[in-house]
């Protein structure tokens, strides 16, 4: 039987929704229900790609004695962790203030108060490694509930009260300047790891946000340093394991710090930003690499991540059947040497061993190598035929639910991948996106809903990222496309931000100020796999106040950006969106518009030099003379008769140019 995930909208819900466990979804007839029979409420969180959340399923939740008893004593309550972040981020600083360490699956035991007094994350079914079974862990929570439940109340009490008493320094009045990002600068050197590229040891996650702020630092100081890191580090990570090498697209991290093994599981947000990275590098440098790298995530996205509506996908799985019936984690992506010959034959076969790192005893397990790309490019053929063969092996699990600022986040990197490279295919997936996310998950007050899946929108509200990242992409859109539309969706997006995540002194919250009462208001301005809210929040609302001379969104802008004085020089690694931002509102950021005919050569020439230029935030508005369009084509003409570039930073502007490399030289002056 069923229990009641089964009308869930969340593929990770969906896949517990025929455990024994009689699981409720996240909601308050769960804690009334916990009151009524008198018995303490048991969380997990995880999410559908969580290699350790399908090992404690498999061992734990689909057992039917360990249902029984979980059943028996608890009210059990699942969480998808991307569907709900502001419920994930409130217990994981509960549990990380508790333990000083997290991750998924997360198992907390709450009071029907919500309060957590208990916490872990997979336990295993057998006392080993000097942890406790889960077993043992459920009959001393419910030994304890019984015969101490006023200790119990008095922890979870203690616990809710530390929670609150942690607030955040937000650095006070003033914006960061060049000093904090100077010094940012130097934190990241210092961090940086000269012989792999990225930052810090093992596990290594790709540092896209913080690559972003070196390239903006060099586009706007000509720091060679700057941009040695960022090249050098992307150039580690498409020649290593963690990109694949066949089929394009970054997996999630390297569990070493020289990028050979990742974690395989491949993620909507991780390509998006990468793909923006790469294109933005070959945008500064001409690497034909970055090109390269840029054009096949663009690709791997659409191909493998698209949804039947036009939206993106979240993930694929790690996990994937090798072939024996056993779910092994890379099993899709590595190769032996045997089976690199016997798909190429004996000669190409012994090249692609050599010119991929594969080894006779294996860089990963049971023999097997993860393809690396040290030196050199792959022949097309030969990547054509071990595509085919890869095709047949059993494909890994997607989880198709459609997160907000994901999508935000994957239109943004389309939108000028597509522009930059003469792709209006992708420009076009790019659109579709936003059109989806227009129809489905925005209703008549412009408030976001988080998630949809197969066309159907979810329950949950969107959280500040979704709110940020989706209005990030509207106004890349509108950059590229010319269509003003987009910028109006994302005026509607920001205007909710102002009114209803902003707090005193320009700190925002993750979630509205409408929003369900968790027993903690989660705020974090920290970018970690994504920009945070806040960051990208700051982003979107310094771009539209740049397109718009709106007083309010960049008063606001600059509010968010106190943080990042106060966190720029200590963790640059941790707020890189937040030093991106910085560098744009350092630089202006310059406004662009530009005025010609529509289809017009020269009107196109110029915009594509305005999209194509490193300015730090710039933003670009392209129409025709005296348009409506965009409030920047306002009382712009041709010039003779000519379609012309007008270029203005911090209310002075330059002379109006019909010269795109006059243009360029307007734009790439410091």
């Known amino acids: 039987m069923a229990n009641r995930l089964a009308h869930e909208t969340s593929p990770y819900l969906l896949q517990h929704a025929d455990n024994p466990v009689d699981w409720w979804p996240w909601s308050g007839e769960a804690f009334e229900e916990a009151r009524k029979r008198g018995v303490p409420v048991l969380l997990s969180v995880g999410y559908s790609s969580c290699h350790w959340c399908h090992v404690f399923s498999l061992e734990s939740f689909e057992d039917e004695q360990t249902a029984a008893y979980m059943n028996e004593h608890f009210v059990n309550v699942k969480v998808d962790r991307e569907e709900r972040p502001d419920v994930d981020a409130v217990y994981m600083e509960a549990v990380q203030a508790a333990t000083g360490q997290g991750g998924w699956p997360m198992t907390v035991f709450l009071t029907a108060d919500g309060e957590p007094f208990y916490f872990g994350t997979y336990f295993p079914p057998e006392p080993r490694h000097g942890m406790a079974s889960f077993r043992q862990i459920l009959e001393g929570v419910a030994a304890a509930w019984a015969e101490r439940r006023d200790e119990v109340g008095e922890v979870a009490g203690k616990i809710v009260r530390d929670l609150a008493g942690r607030s955040l320094a937000y650095g006070g009045e003033g914006v960061p300047g060049e000093e904090e990002l100077a010094q940012a600068l130097l934190g990241l050197t210092r961090e940086y790891d000269e012989r792999s590229g990225g930052f810090g040891g093992a596990p290594k996650f790709p540092p896209s946000m913080a690559v972003e702020f070196l390239l903006r630092h060099y586009a706007r100081t000509g720091s060679d340093g700057a941009l040695q890191m960022a090249a050098e580090t992307c150039a580690a990570m498409a020649r290593g394991g963690i990109y694949d ?94 089976q690199l010959r016997e798909v190429l034959g004996e000669k190409d076969g012994q090249r692609a061993v050599e010119l991929f790192g594969v080894t006779e005893e294996g860089t990963f397990e049971e023999g097997a190598s993860v393809l690396q790309l040290p030196d050199g490019e792959v022949d097309p053929s030969v990547k054509e035929r071990l595509l085919a063969a890869r095709a047949l092996r059993a494909r890994p699990g997607r989880d198709d639910k459609v997160v907000a600022a994901w999508n935000g986040l994957a239109i943004a990197a389309l939108a000028e991948v597509g522009a930059y490279f003469e792709r209006p295919d992708l420009v076009e997936r790019a659109t579709e996106a936003a059109d989806l996310l227009v129809r489905l998950h925005m209703d008549n007050g412009a408030r976001l809903a988080r998630t949809s899946k197969d066309g159907k ?11 940020a990242d989706v209005a990030e992409g509207f106004l890349a859109l509108a950059g590229v496309t010319g269509e003003g539309v987009w910028l109006e969706f994302a005026g509607f997006l920001l205007d909710i931000v102002i009114d209803q995540f902003v707090a005193e002194g320009g700190a925002l919250y993750d979630t509205a100020h409408d929003a369900e009462p968790l027993i903690r208001r989660p705020q974090d301005p920290t970018d970690n796999a994504t920009p945070s809210g806040w960051t990208a929040a700051a982003g979107a609302l310094l771009s539209y106040a740049a397109h718009t001379g709106s007083e309010a969104h960049r008063t606001a802008a600059e509010g968010a950006l106190g943080v990042v004085k106060a966190l720029g020089p200590r963790a640059p690694r941790f707020i890189g969106w937040g030093l991106a931002v910085a560098e744009a509102l350092l630089d202006g950021p ?32 392209v129409g025709e003379p005296q348009g409506e369009e965009f409030p920047l084509l306002r009382e712009r003409q041709l010039v003779d008769g000519s379609p012309a570039a007008y270029v203005c930073r911090n209310f002075a502007c330059r002379m109006p140019t019909t010269d795109p490399a006059e243009l360029a030289g307007q734009l790439g002056g410091r």
Request: hydrophobic fraction near 45%; charge should be negative.
């Open 457 to 467: 929108s979810g329950a949950h509200a969107g959280v500040l990222e979704d709110y």
């Open 590 to 621: 310059r406004e662009v518009a530009v005025v010609g005919p529509q289809g017009d050569v020269a009107t196109r020439e110029l915009h594509r030099t305005a999209l194509l230029a490193q300015a730090p935030g710039a933003v670009v508005a």
């Open 245 to 338: 090498q066949l089929g394009g697209g970054f997996a999630r991290y390297s569990v070493d710090r020289e990028w050979v093994v990742p974690h395989f599981e491949k993620m909507l947000y991780d390509n998006a930003l990468l793909c923006r990275v790469y294109a933005h590098l070959w945008r500064a440098t001409g690497s034909e690499l970055a090109r390269r790298v840029a054009l096949e995530t663009a690709d791997f996205m659409v191909r493998e991540l698209r949804t039947a509506e036009g939206g993106f996908a979240s993930a694929l799985d790690a996990d994937s059947d090798d072939g024996t019936g056993r779910h092994v984690e890379g099993a899709f992506y590595v190769w032996t040497p045997q």
